[in-house]
């Protein structure tokens, strides 16, 4: 559907009132702005967009959520899904709202993820790609290297898909030059905790038993360009990584013709379970860490150009971080304040 046709209701069913309109999106140009956010774990009366933060665009942003929704969907007989899905309703009425399963789903199966959420593919929503903009997005599931009891046939199945995606993103360069990931639980985190993504082996990063399925050799080998993760209660972005080594464009730039894959943990949307803390000491990978809540905001600007934000619920909308990942031959570009000036203190790194 292009945007500017006639609405169509996107449901009218007897006994759920009020039905929705829902507008087509406009086939973007490949080189065009993309303007996007992104949040992780949220609780019953989530943090983030669906707060409406002031200066944010309200206009044609698509919302991406590698996160566990509701703690828990399948509560109370699904009636705290029901109470999730009427909190996010302003949202996900109106914008695209593209999910990705986490560990908080996979009650009976990830069948409340299944059964609210209507993704692109046949994979009920578990991994699935699209085309935005000058970018290919990806949604794949961490979880079924964790719950291995609904089978271990969806690791192997997934990953096939993955690389079979990953080879048509990367042969269609010119026309998306932007490969991006998201999925629940990061590769890599230096909270204070026992996740998985502390451990130096890593399931989601090494695969099965180290060296069965492991999804780091995979997406540096199609030259994926940003990882967004959740499921740490905080938000952590790293330098350019691949295999605990860093790979920076340059001392000065650091984010500019990156010969590695950016990660950003974007987890701090707010759940009862509170912000997680770090451990005391930073890795030499870990390029911010903050514990606050907040989202982050994601603007594909064209072909060479992406501008990412950190924005602070806790500070009422400041910046804490705000950067450009640049490709070959691009010239930085001057950052934008919106309407959001940078929180005082020590986040406002400003990197270009």
Same mark, same amino acid.
């Given at each position: 559907?292009?945007?500017?046709?006639?609405?169509? #209701?996107? %449901? $009218?069913?007897?006994? /759920? =009132?009020?039905?929705?309109?829902? $507008? !087509?999106? =406009?086939?973007w140009g490949a080189l065009e702005p993309t303007p996007g956010c992104v949040w992780g774990p949220g609780g019953r009366q989530p943090q983030? #967009?669906? $707060?409406?933060? #002031?200066?944010? #665009?309200?206009?044609?942003?698509?919302? *991406?959520?590698?996160r566990d929704f509701a703690y828990n969907m399948d509560q109370d007989n699904g009636r705290v899904g029901d109470r999730f899905m009427r909190v996010i309703e302003p949202v996900a009425a109106n914008l695209p709202y593209m999910t990705c399963p986490g560990n908080h789903e996979q009650r009976y199966n990830f069948s409340n993820y299944k059964a609210r959420f209507s993704m692109p593919?046949?994979? =009920?929503g578990l991994w699935y790609s699209w085309d935005i903009g000058p970018a290919h997005i990806i949604s794949f599931s961490t979880e079924v290297y964790f719950f291995l009891h609904y089978g271990h046939h969806l690791v192997q199945e997934q990953f096939r898909w993955l690389e079979r995606d990953l080879q048509?993103?990367?042969?269609?360069?010119?026309? +998306?030059? %932007?490969?991006?990931?998201? !999925? *629940?639980?990061?590769?890599?985190?230096?909270?204070?905790?026992?996740?998985?993504?502390? +451990? *130096?082996?890593?399931k989601v990063r090494k695969g099965l038993r180290g060296k069965l399925y492991g999804l780091e050799d995979l997406f540096h080998k199609y030259g994926v360009d940003l990882e967004l993760w959740a499921h740490e209660h905080s938000y952590e972005r790293l330098w350019p990584i691949y295999n605990y080594q860093v790979f920076n464009g340059s001392r000065e730039t650091p984010y500019t013709n990156p010969r590695g894959p950016v990660h950003i943990i974007t987890g701090s949307a707010g759940c009862e379970e509170r912000l997680t803390p770090f451990s005391i000491f930073p890795r030499p990978w870990s390029a911010l860490r903050v514990k606050e809540y907040g989202y982050t905001r994601l603007h594909?600007?064209?072909?060479?150009h992406i501008h990412i934000q950190q924005v602070s619920d806790d500070q *009422? %909308?400041? /910046?804490?971080? =705000?950067?450009?990942v640049c490709k070959a031959g691009a010239e930085a570009l001057p950052l934008?304040?919106?309407?959001?000036?940078f929180c005082s203190g020590k986040f406002g790194d400003g990197l270009s």
């Open positions: 559907m292009v945007r500017g046709t006639p609405s169509l #209701p996107l %449901w $009218q069913c007897s006994g /759920l =009132e009020p039905a929705f309109p829902l $507008q !087509g999106l =406009e086939e983030g #967009p669906a $707060q409406a933060a #002031p200066g944010h #665009p309200a206009g044609h942003v698509r919302c *991406h959520s590698p593919g046949d994979n =009920e048509k993103a990367n042969a269609n360069r010119v026309a +998306r030059p %932007w490969i991006i990931t998201m !999925g *629940h639980r990061p590769m890599y985190c230096s909270n204070a905790d026992l996740d998985d993504c502390t +451990r *130096h082996e890593s594909i600007l064209n072909g060479t *009422h %909308w400041c /910046l804490i971080s =705000e950067l450009h934008k304040r919106n309407s959001s000036p």
